[in-house]
């Protein structure tokens, strides 16, 4: 079946710090991999996504590449700042041969960061 | 309305209580999830309905879990005699599209379940 592995947290940097989280998969279709954000207090929020092997999703400074070789899509980010502190949950959605997915996705276990000043 | 809304947001329910969980998602939104999420875990999925219709139950863990959308809006799940392994955070989300494959899937912020 399905499944994502993330690094084990907490991950706890200073700010202008660079980030990174490891995120790899197992699928058995043609997945989309994505990157959702847990701020304190708030639902997950969709980060980023991509859809196909070496497509780079990208929004408010992170980024992640999707590897298929290494089925891989780790987030980084140059230069972390406090208001980034959350949990950061890598997920795939599966699809068939034939592309066709209703979208259930496949969460890792998250990833706590906090950003000191 | 502007996103999806679960209520209540916190539950304390005695073992061996039935609890019903609300989700209310986002206006003309086709696709509804169900996600539990235990302490210290990503999100596992429970069900999925197209309008009213429940397309994947694959995910409830046993006969006590069921969920309904009747008129393919808003939707309740129901918990018969909870167990303290029912404790978790049910998340709701939705979608616009019918195979929302590319599109954004949005998630409200869950219903807190504690049995005691």
């Known amino acids: 079946g399905d499944s994502v592995t993330q690094m084990e947290g907490p991950v706890t940097l200073s700010e202008e710090a660079f980030l990174t989280i490891n995120c790899t998969y197992t699928a058995t279709g043609y997945p989309s991999l994505f990157w959702y954000v847990q701020y304190p207090g708030e639902g997950l929020q969709l980060l980023l996504k991509?859809?196909?092997?070496?497509d780079k999703g990208s929004n408010k400074g992170f980024e992640a590449t999707y590897r298929k070789e290494t089925t891989s899509f780790h987030l980084e980010k140059g230069s972390v700042q406090v208001s980034d502190s959350a949990v950061y949950f890598c997920?795939?959605?599966?699809?068939?041969?034939?592309?066709?997915?209703?979208?259930?996705?496949?969460f890792g276990q998250g990833t706590i960061l906090t950003v000191h000043p | 309305g502007a996103g999806v809304s679960q209520s209540p947001r916190y539950k304390v329910a005695k073992r061996g209580q039935d609890v019903a969980l609300r989700c209310d998602p986002i206006s003309g939104h086709v696709s509804l999830f169900w996600y539990q999420q235990a302490l210290g875990q990503g999100p596992e999925f429970l069900t999925y309905?197209?309008?009213?219709?429940?397309?994947?139950k694959s995910g409830l863990p046993s006969d006590r879990f069921f969920a309904e959308r009747p008129e393919g809006s808003v939707s309740t799940l129901k918990i018969q005699r909870t167990q303290q392994e029912d404790s978790a955070v049910y998340l709701c989300?939705?979608?616009?599209?019918?195979?929302?494959?590319?599109?954004?899937?949005?998630f409200g912020e869950g219903s807190w379940l504690t049995v005691v």
């Open positions: 309905f197209q309008n009213e219709a429940q397309l994947d």
């Open positions: 989300a939705s979608s616009h599209a019918g195979i929302p494959v590319l599109d954004t899937i949005y």
């Open positions: 997920a795939l959605s599966d699809r068939d041969a034939g592309g066709t997915s209703y979208g259930k996705l496949t």
């Open positions: 991509a859809t196909k092997a070496d």
